[in-house]
């Protein structure tokens, strides 16, 4: 699977749109790039996934260069619940057993 | 259904006890998986279950943890001979079988505490 690198925190206002960016220069053909949210004593939560150019959900946005070495999370007017660790996990999520590599996560704070 | 059920929420225990802790995945969702999470980090994952079969096990899964998956439904994990380095949140997630196409939905986790 491929080495993923984001920043280790992240501070925030609310109502500010926040990028989190994350570099995985070794993404292979058949890699996806999926993105979890994870508040305190709770798991993982499935933001975005997307494969290239540009994903919208109701949550977020996921923007992946044509070279796909790299690709940022927008969260639009984010607000104090949106505190939380982010995760960019990169791979192959298709193929049976190909379980989630979870690197340390961004940690972003939202301040009032 | 309302997602992955995980108990218990905590727990904690003396070294040398065992433990066994319970996950019930999504009704529909073949896969299933368990992962191990300390303080500070990311999770990480220990074994997976397509059905009732154990597909793959990480070398994390020391011969001290089993575990099981009868007839594909609910799963157990359990540690025997607890030590302080179990001590962690271990989480229990499940999948369709289009796997990362709809995401991995996880439960809450069982907070393990060995003391």
């Known amino acids: 699977l491929a080495k993923t690198t984001q920043p280790i925190s992240m501070d925030s206002y609310e109502g500010q749109e926040v990028n989190i960016t994350c570099s995985h220069n070794?993404?292979?053909?058949?890699?996806?790039i999926t993105w979890y949210q994870q508040f305190p004593s709770q798991g993982p939560r499935f933001i975005i996934q997307g494969y290239k150019t540009k994903v919208t959900n109701e949550v977020a946005s996921l923007f992946i260069p044509a070279d796909r070495k790299s690709s940022t999370l927008s969260l639009p007017r984010v607000s104090l619940s949106d505190t939380a660790v982010y995760y960019c996990l990169v791979g192959d999520l298709l193929n049976a057993g190909n379980m989630l590599t979870f690197g340390g996560g961004t940690r972003l704070m939202v301040k009032p | 259904d309302t997602g992955v059920s995980q108990d218990p929420r905590h727990k904690i225990t003396k070294r040398g006890q065992n433990v066994t802790f319970r996950c019930d995945p999504i009704?529909?969702?073949?896969?299933l998986y368990w992962y191990r999470q300390t303080l500070g980090q990311g999770p990480e994952f220990l074994t997976y279950f397509q059905n009732e079969a154990q597909l793959e096990k990480s070398r994390l899964l020391s011969d001290r943890f089993s575990a099981e998956r009868p007839k594909g439904s609910f799963s157990t994990l359990e540690i025997q001979r607890t030590e302080q380095g179990d001590s962690a949140m271990y989480l229990c997630a499940s999948s369709p079988d289009g796997g990362g196409y709809y995401g991995y939905t996880f439960g809450s986790g069982t907070r393990l505490t060995v003391v």
């Open positions: 070794n993404i292979a053909t058949n890699d996806y």
């Open positions: 009704s529909e969702h073949n896969r």
